[in-house]
């Protein structure tokens, strides 16, 4: 494991991150989702893709690595721009969990891979969008004192800066994004995934302007840690293609 001090809006960022392998010039940059971090991103792919430099990295709040400001995904793609660069980073593959698929659809890989990404804004369910109401009618009388009864899991736990982050970033539309994608790209996804469900995969597939490919696989948002090995081979056969 590693650490780079990076500078980024006047504040520094210290970022940790762990090189596996590979002396061929190629990388395999992996970003894991929301509330994770990269050791299991590692556990899950340290043992494929042999041919690349794995480059695993703790975005910035997670993990390792520092955050005392808020942020965007815009701003996360930005200071990992920064540390690929301080690496002599290729861009080759980037894979990209959840949230960290946003991160790296901004980054342009010359393959992108999404897993079970996040930034298609589906319709929330009904007990939601009820929450949600009394929550902002406890907040007009003053009860806002009772937030940490309505705080969606993703953001318990978290740091005042961290909270507005995940405000931030929770429901943005990446449409754009990805209809403007340049370059190739891989979807694989878990069937019985509700946090990103399977119609967010359909809808990123029928955006996506250049050659891709979606892949369906038996499991949750989390499917990939018991079939890391198929998406690996897939990507190798892709790009061998």
Known sequence: MAQKTLHYKNEEFDISYELVGGSKGKDFVVLHGWGSNKNLMK????NYLQDFRHIYIDLPGF??????????????????????KELNSSKDVILGHSFG???????????????GSAGVVLPKPFSIRLKIALFK??????LVQLRSLFVANDAKGLSQNMYETFKNV?????????????NKALLFWGKEDTATPLQAAKTIDSLLPNEHKLYLYDGDHYFFMQQSKEIAREIEEFLGN
Not at 43 to 46: E, T
Not at 137 to 142: A, F, H, R
């Open 101 to 115: 698929g946003k991160v790296a659809t901004l980054l342009q890989p010359k393959l992108l891979v999404l897993v």
């Open 137 to 142: 009618l406890l907040k007009n009388i003053g």
């Open 43 to 46: 556990q899950s792919f340290g």
């Open 170 to 182: 929770v429901d943005e539309d990446f449409t754009s994004h990805f209809k403007n994608f340049p």
């Open 63 to 84: 993990g390792k690595s520092s955050n005392n400001i808020v942020l965007t995904t815009q701003d996360y793609a930005n200071i990992i721009e920064l540390l690929l």
